[in-house]
């Protein structure tokens, strides 16, 4: 699966175990309003998403939509089995929820 960030497209990679263990708790902060925590804890899950791809300073400096950092967070998360992709929903079901 692949993300787009600006005008750049990335291929998105299951994490590693410690990795994934890492990001649950991110992923749940990534929930909240951007003020409470939430954007950070999304910048946090696509730089550790995207290392080897590019660098925390050119991450920094991408232009991007807020939609582009929220679909990137939802992509990210079906790729690490954290959320269920949307096809995958019965009607009346939340689409995005982190697993316990």
């Known amino acids: 699966m692949t993300i ?9 990679r299951p994490f ?24 950070e804890a999304a910048r946090t899950i696509i730089a550790t998403a995207l290392q080897g791809q590019i660098g925390n300073e050119e991450l920094a400096d991408l232009r991007v939509t807020l939609h582009q950092v929220v679909e990137a967070v939802r992509t ?6 954290l959320y269920v992709p949307v096809s995958e929903t019965k009607p009346g079901e939340p689409v995005a929820q982190v697993e316990s």
């Open 4 to 12: 787009t960030l600006g005008d750049r497209e990335f291929t998105i």
């Open 16 to 39: 590693t175990f410690d990795e994934l263990r890492a990001q649950i708790d991110l992923f749940r902060q990534a929930e909240k309003p951007i003020g409470e925590g939430g954007f």
């Open 76 to 81: 990210i998360g079906v790729v690490s089995g």
